[in-house]
């Protein structure tokens, strides 16, 4: 293809992942009366209702959130729903996606590449999944320090902004394992450095999460390091078992004794081009597969 036939199918791949993704908007922006802001609502619902200055329930009627501006109420529904939209048509963009890079792709690189972003997703929906089971404990804990006689009237706008802040804060750090692991694959970084710099990335794990946690509460903090921390390991582990597969097909090629800039022992002596034709006195080969003490032919 020539570059201006990618730039078409490129163009055209966008517009059909946009379409996708405002088709699941609008399924979203109807939703949101439907269940979907009683679930983007869920969190600060469950706290207790003394620290809400709105509602005294934990019903989704009883609980609400402030809005300060004419505009706000329409433009968070659009936000929210345009999030959520692009979240349910995942599977649709990221397709269009992959069928626009796998035809420049080996087979072997196919495999890891569609390995890589299926781990990938796992691990960002897991850490967004654990973000938000922690909202509830997190908003509690913040908002009970400001006393029994201190009501909170959160707008829409700072409680949708903390939401997404902290499902992307973990969803991202949760990828830190496999972009460590990546490097291993590719023989960047080994199972040996890894070892031995596990203390060192336990302790950054910890001062990551301490400053990446929007709250930057020792319960989120916590929550987000203890995870990771199991995660890092993991990929120290799969580290050691690849470095040992490495090792091994090293060992039977021959070649692992030998440096960088080391040629490979290979025979380079050259062959006959016709192997079953009889043997040619003036090829130095030829003239040494005669029998010796007997003159040519």
Not at 112 to 118: Q, R
Not at 168 to 184: C, K, R, Y
Request: glycine share 8%.
């Amino acid at each position: 293809m020539t570059l201006v036939a990618h730039l078409r199918e490129l163009r055209n791949r966008i517009a059909v992942a946009l379409l996708f993704v405002l088709a699941a908007t609008a399924v979203c922006f109807w939703w949101y009366d439907h269940g979907l802001g009683t679930f983007i609502r869920a969190p600060y619902c469950g706290i207790p209702a003394d620290n809400r200055a709105l509602g005294t329930g934990t019903t989704s009627g009883d609980c609400k959130l402030l809005v300060t501006d004419v505009f706000g109420g329409a433009l968070i529904r659009l936000k929210i729903a345009f999030i959520a939209g692009i979240v349910v048509s995942a599977p649709f963009w990221l397709y269009q996606t992959w069928a626009f890079i796998t035809p420049g792709l080996k087979r072997n690189e196919k495999r890891y590449g569609a390995g890589f972003v299926a781990a990938a997703s796992t691990l960002f929906a897991l850490g967004a999944v654990l973000a938000y089971v922690s909202l509830r404990a997190g908003l509690t804990l913040l908002l009970g320090l400001a006393g029994d006689n201190v009501a909170v009237a959160l707008t829409a706008q700072d409680y949708l902004g903390f939401v997404i802040s902290i499902l992307l804060a973990f969803g991202v750090s949760f990828e830190l394992p496999l972009l460590a692991v990546a490097l291993n694959l590719v023989g960047i970084l080994s199972h040996a450095v890894l070892a031995k710099g596990r203390r060192w990335i336990y302790f950054l794990t910890v001062v990551f999460a301490a400053f990446i946690t929007p709250t930057q509460d020792p319960f989120t903090m916590c929550l987000m390091a203890i995870p990771m921390i199991v995660l890092f390991e993991l990929a120290i582990q799969i580290a050691r078992v690849v470095d040992k597969r490495r090792a091994r097909r090293e060992a039977l090629s021959g070649f692992a004794d030998l440096d960088d800039d080391e040629a490979s022992p290979l025979d380079a002596t050259p062959s006959r081009l016709h192997p079953d034709s009889d043997p040619d006195p003036a090829h130095p080969l030829d003239a040494a597969d005669l029998p010796r003490g007997r003159p040519a032919p």
